[in-house]
């Protein structure tokens, strides 16, 4: 649980909306997709608050319609930055300011929604303020690796493999585990850059192969 790294003015609202968001999650790891979003639905009538959206957003994420996540989890951080939800700041502007260690998840996953969706570079600025907002290993040797897959698609080659190589460091163990994020993000930047040495110039969005359903550790709840 994260709830003492919670902003104080939102710690009871997440408890009082706390049990209904446990629900919806074991149903969505139970691959019960209507009935998750049915109860988060229920959170959101109850408190209308950046958790909920971000839950809603990984709902999405897993249904595999990552436009929809990713107005999800710009709604939630713009809820965060205390900013209209239909005005047009972009992610340079909300990242701007400081954040608690409990919205890293996400910017996180607004950094993979952002790569999902071809905006390339919105995912780096999300992915590089995710770095700043852990210290844990595994989250961090996973955010390398989703950024060398970024600078991949940039075609930076550079700053690609300096990225691997820190997720090689922070974490070995997790570069090497079967269908580990880390893993995963190896295998894109070595077919991508495979076809840039031959020249060849697919769509690179057809190498990310991380199944949200076959993976679940790779996005994160507010409630794990």
Known sequence: MRVALLPKCCHEDYKRIQPVLYWAM??????????????????????????????????????RDQPAAFECFMTALKMVRNRRTDNSE???????????????????????????????????????????????????????GMLAVAYVFKEDIDSAFNHAHFAIAEDPDHVVRYRSPTYIAFQVVKQLLLELVNLQRSDPMEYILIDPKQNDKFFYSSTS
């Open 90 to 144: 972009g992610i340079t502007t909300l990242l701007a300011n400081n954040f608690d260690n409990f919205w890293e998840p996400l910017i996180f996953n607004l950094g993979y929604a952002a790569l999902y969706t071809n905006r390339v570079d919105q995912a780096i600025l999300c992915f590089k303020k995710a770095l700043l907002l852990t210290s844990d290993k595994f989250k961090m040797a996973e955010t390398h």
């Open 26 to 63: 074991e149903q969505r790891y139970s691959q019960s997709n209507e009935a998750s979003i049915e109860q988060l639905e229920l959170a959101f009538s109850r408190d209308p608050n950046p958790i909920v959206y971000h839950e809603i957003g990984v709902y999405h994420t897993y249904r």
